[in-house]
């Protein structure tokens, strides 16, 4: 109950493309979903996150939708670059718990 | 403003040894969490620290172990190094410890040998 699943594995879009990534997750009392980016040798960089209350959260390029009832929620990259070629990571936490639980990581490649 | 700083970048150890891991939050930030990320895997949550208090402790043997300092720096310890602990040590700092408000380091790439 505390996996979070990440999916693809792996990613290749064109330039100006849409990246997809999906999360699922089973532990209901999880109230934070946020989206990590890291390039290679570098740490997690927190990119965008959405809370429970809300279906979608759009930042730039980047957009969270989050279905409660399916307990899933994916990011999606618009107009994708090859500067946003990395491993991307979603996670999830709950209340005052802050044990965030990290999906596998998807490896997306943009190519120009 | 400094970003979180940890300290080696890279170390090879045998097994058996002994290994400390620094990190330095940004400056004001009062707690530190430390992760573990498996190559090719997420980061697992190893602890969390605040205001020099263990709040938090992930599914880690009593090898593992941390504290932090009055000026809110951390070190991680890890004693009888397995194969197994090769890994990328990541710090995060945040205010309060509140998840939506970490930042994290670049990491101590582990090498067991």
């Known amino acids: 109950q505390q996996q979070v699943k990440q999916s693809p594995q792996s990613l290749i879009v064109q330039k100006g493309g849409i990246s997809i990534i999906n999360c699922a997750y089973e532990?209901?009392?999880?109230?934070?979903f946020p989206w990590y980016q890291q390039f290679p040798g570098k740490g997690p960089a927190l990119l965008i996150a959405?809370?429970?209350d809300v279906s979608e959260k759009k930042e730039g390029r980047f957009t969270i939708s989050f279905n409660k009832s399916a307990k899933q929620f994916s990011l999606h990259i618009m107009d994708s670059q090859p500067g946003d070629s990395a491993t991307y990571f979603c996670?999830?936490?709950?209340?005052?718990?802050?044990?965030?639980?990290w999906g596998a990581g998807t490896k997306l490649i943009i190519k120009p | 403003d400094a970003g979180v700083t940890q300290s080696p970048t890279h170390l090879i150890k045998t097994r058996g040894q002994h290994v400390t891991l620094r990190c330095s939050p940004i400056?004001?930030?009062?707690?530190v969490s430390w992760y573990q990320q498996v190559l090719g895997q997420g980061p697992q949550f190893i602890f969390q620290?605040?205001?020099?208090?263990?709040?938090g402790r992930g599914n880690f043997p009593d090898r593992f172990s941390a504290r932090q300092f009055p000026n809110y720096s951390s070190e991680l310890n890890v004693n009888a190094l397995l194969l197994g602990d090769s890994a990328l040590y990541l710090c995060?700092?945040?205010?309060?410890?509140?998840?939506?408000?970490?930042?994290f380091g670049p990491g101590t790439r582990l090498t067991v040998l």
């Open positions: 995060a700092s945040s205010l309060t410890g509140s998840t939506d408000t970490q930042y």
């Open positions: 400056s004001g930030h009062k707690s």
């Open positions: 620290y605040y205001e020099k208090e263990e709040r």
């Open positions: 532990n209901t009392a999880f109230d934070y």
């Open positions: 959405i809370r429970p």
């Open positions: 996670a999830a936490s709950r209340g005052s718990n802050y044990q965030l639980i």
